[in-house]
């Protein structure tokens, strides 16, 4: 029995072997489709496999139901099992389909205007070049080269544009239609090869050199010269910076075809000390030449020695190690000195982010906006990032986000700040593609998470996990691996997005990831959450340090810590003020509205402080030492307002009682008594001040006092975000019992300055 079921699935394998011989599919090959897919390419897959009676949608979207058909229908014809949609499968599929499948128009399209079906959809219309591959390949039939795709991106477009990087020796796996890290990477790579700004986006003059006949395949050595105006990032051919290999622990660094860590793209290792040329470099990579072998390093792990150039005769040779170096330029990307002047230009209309680093953190490092068409002065040039000066303020911005007026390698007039620009004036250097502000990524199939996802995982789905977050701009390590960078991407994006923020990826977040909502890394929250003295950033959760960052753009003084203390109290004080806003000293949800809305007035427009001679009304007479539980508690109770006096100043204020314990705790009534309580104590300390406290019935008493707000308060616009203490006398045994640290110390300084006083020593 046995041996007649293997005959006959033999049998089967050979009929279907024979079968597919004679189909007219020989000159081409399908891209694969995938679950999450959509567009026309899937509502073939669909209309096939409805005409082969299987009970699915024809709505062009690759979900759960096609994948399970697809499943299906492979395992009906021996084919692999996965729900992926490729060529065999496909080439069997429409195959078998052919003549049943539905006259075009004939289903209900899905929505969004889905193309309908053809009868038997063509392959592509080249072939995929699996060895053999011509210096130059044919020019396919013509494609669309006004279309923009980057990371995340998928469609027939995409699959076009692997199959032809496949073709020219630019490796990006399989043709499938995403655009994924390695897709992205073999962009770059023929990008640096064809002298086009390597920026792994596929835009408008990358598609047009990638389909002509000028493309330059993987390996060659002539390097295109760009046309007037474009930029150079590689040096013309033969010429380099020379440099030796520095890993600094003696060991060897790798020489990879492209600019990542990802495995599989290791052309061979270079030993510690190993001389090469520098070709051309973006961000912390090395276009190198290494004995003949071109690849990229980290540039981290190089030792740059001079300028040198290679003969043409005898591409490879390196500069003689025994001759004088010449002056050594810089490895950084950024070529620093007065540079010129530039108009930003998003694409869109949208105003242009400026941060106070070169990278893109999120709110972390969000400094402001600046205006379409807004001319800036350029500090210094990179590949990816500029510094630039805005009124008066530095920061940096994307390059390709710029239109350069002026650039020039030394110093230059310092431009003017708001030029007049000509339409069509010739800037000296302008990026190729100069992208529109990142829109949200297409939706994808969130049932593709079948797990909860946790530190620690590895996977296809991790992979997937790392290519989603990257396309919404989150700073993740592409490796398949849930390292602790994608665990903080994970919190990050559930804090922006209104979710448990734990670092795992459950169905929720799965939902939220693969949806056309989800918010990317430069998102703003979508609710913000009242923060207040004594708060801290969580792991994952930079909330406090976000705002931090952005007051601090606006010239208040702070640090970035993520922990809200003094000086981030003050200085949202200072922005309430400057702003309008109740002058809480808590950085409740409309405060933060304002301030990571673009347009927040700063420090300078923040008012001066009060004058301390206002509060100086005469010291009180006669004053005493009353018990608290004794003589104070049973005169007040909470809401009532009353005077205190610092004698080391001789200010005066006022204070409202808040709630009555083992001490008093209470308020400053007003913006302005907060105002003099620091003048008079200093910046908010637990620091222990001896003060008198007039008690309702017109007698001072002596007591001890801070000016640290914590915890809660009653009063939101008296610029303190919080309560204070204020302690009485109490006896020694009862509080070394109930309140034996803070409580003994404030105590001992009534008693002490009590002694002072008066000369009288109390028990």
Not at 131 to 146: K, L, S
Request: charged fraction near 15%.
């Amino acid at each position: 029995m046995h041996f007649f079921v293997k005959s006959r699935r033999k049998l089967l394998i050979l009929s279907l072997c024979l079968l597919m011989a004679a189909m007219p599919v020989a000159h081409g090959a399908y891209a694969t489709l995938r679950p999450g897919a959509q567009g026309a390419q899937v509502l073939n897959l669909q209309a096939a496999l409805r005409a082969l009676g299987y009970t699915i949608s024809a709505d062009g979207k690759y979900g759960p139901a096609t994948a399970a058909a697809v499943t299906g229908f492979q395992g009906s014809r021996g084919l692999k099992q996965d729900g992926l949609a490729g060529n065999q499968t496909l080439s069997a599929l429409y195959g078998q389909a052919g003549s049943n499948l539905p006259a075009a128009n004939s289903y209900p399209q899905g929505e969004g205007a889905v193309p309908a079906a053809t009868a038997v959809p063509p392959a592509n219309d080249y072939p995929i070049g699996e060895g053999g591959i011509p210096a130059v390949p044919a020019v396919p039939a013509v494609q669309a080269t006004n279309a923009r795709y980057s990371l995340g991106s998928y469609d027939a477009g995409v699959a076009n544009l692997q199959v032809r990087l496949n073709a020219l020796g630019y490796p990006c796996g399989r043709t499938d239609g995403v655009y994924d890290a390695a897709t992205r990477t073999a962009v770059i790579n023929f990008q640096w090869a064809n002298g086009l700004f390597a920026d792994g986006i596929s835009g408008k003059q990358t598609l047009q050199r990638l389909y002509s006949t000028q493309a330059i395949p993987a390996g060659s050595q002539a390097t295109p010269v760009p046309a007037a105006g474009e930029p150079q990032p590689l040096p013309a051919a033969g010429s380099g910076v020379s440099a030796v290999v520095a890993t600094g622990n003696g060991g060897s660094l790798r020489l990879r075809s492209g600019m990542s860590t990802q495995a599989g793209n290791v052309l061979g290792t270079l030993a510690n000390g190993t001389p090469l040329l520098v070709l051309g470099q973006m961000g912390e990579w090395a276009h190198v030449n290494a004995g003949g072998r071109q690849g990229y390093v980290m540039k981290k792990f190089l030792s740059i020695s001079g300028t040198t150039t290679v003969s043409p005769a005898v591409p490879g040779q390196l500069a003689d190690p025994s001759a004088p170096p010449a002056t050594a330029p810089s490895i950084s990307s950024y070529q620093t000195g007065a540079r010129g002047s530039a108009v930003v230009q998003t694409g869109n209309g949208k105003p242009l982010n400026y941060r106070t680093s070169a990278a893109n953190l999120g709110n972390r490092n969000y400094a402001g906006q600046i205006a379409n068409g807004e001319a800036v002065e350029v500090l210094s040039y990179g590949p990816t990032w500029c510094q630039i000066s805005h009124r008066g303020r530095t920061g940096y911005v994307m390059t390709t986000f710029l239109r350069f007026t002026q650039l020039a390698g030394g110093a230059i007039a310092a431009p003017t700040l708001t030029p007049t620009v000509s339409p069509d004036a010739q800037p000296t250097e302008l990026p190729l593609e100069v992208p529109a502000a990142s829109p949200t990524p297409p939706p994808q199939d969130a049932s593709l998470f079948t797990r909860i996802l946790r530190p620690g995982d590895t996977g296809e789905d991790v992979s997937l996990l790392q290519n989603r977050l990257t396309a919404l701009d989150y700073v993740v390590n592409e490796n398949g691996v849930f390292d602790d960078t994608t665990a903080a991407a994970v919190r990050s994006f559930q804090s922006l997005n209104a979710l448990t923020v734990d670092g795992k990826v459950g169905s929720q977040t799965a939902q939220a990831l693969m949806s056309a909502g989800a918010r990317r890394a430069d998102s703003k929250p979508l609710t913000y959450k009242t923060l207040r003295m004594g708060d801290k950033d969580t792991q994952g959760v930079t909330a406090i340090a976000d705002m931090q960052q952005a007051l601090m753009g606006l010239g208040f003084s702070l640090s970035v810590d993520g922990s809200f203390g003094v000086h981030t109290h003050d200085a949202v004080v200072g922005f309430q003020q400057a702003n309008g806003l109740t002058i809480s000293g808590i950085a409740d949800p409309q405060m933060q509205s304002v301030l990571f809305a673009g347009g927040a007035k700063g420090a300078d427009q923040v008012g001066g402080g009060v004058d301390l001679s206002s509060g100086r009304i005469g010291a009180p007479g006669n004053v005493q030492l009353l018990h608290w539980y004794d003589q104070v508690k049973p005169q007040i109770s909470g809401g009532q307002t009353t005077q205190v006096y610092h004698p080391a100043s001789g200010v005066t204020f006022n204070v409202q009682y808040y709630s009555l314990g083992r001490h008093a705790d209470a308020e400053p009534k007003t913006l302005k008594d907060t105002q003099l309580m620091n003048g008079a104590f200093g910046k908010a300390s637990w620091n222990v001040r001896i003060v008198y406290v007039k008690m309702p019935s017109g007698v001072w008493t002596m007591a001890a006092m801070h000016n640290y707000p914590h915890l809660y308060g009653s009063i939101s616009n008296n610029g303190f975000g919080g309560h204070l203490c204020i302690h009485f006398l109490r006896d020694l045994e009862e509080t070394q019992r109930t309140d034996p640290n803070y409580g003994m110390t404030n105590q001992k300084a009534i008693r002490s300055a009590w002694e002072r006083l008066t000369g009288k020593t109390v028990e």
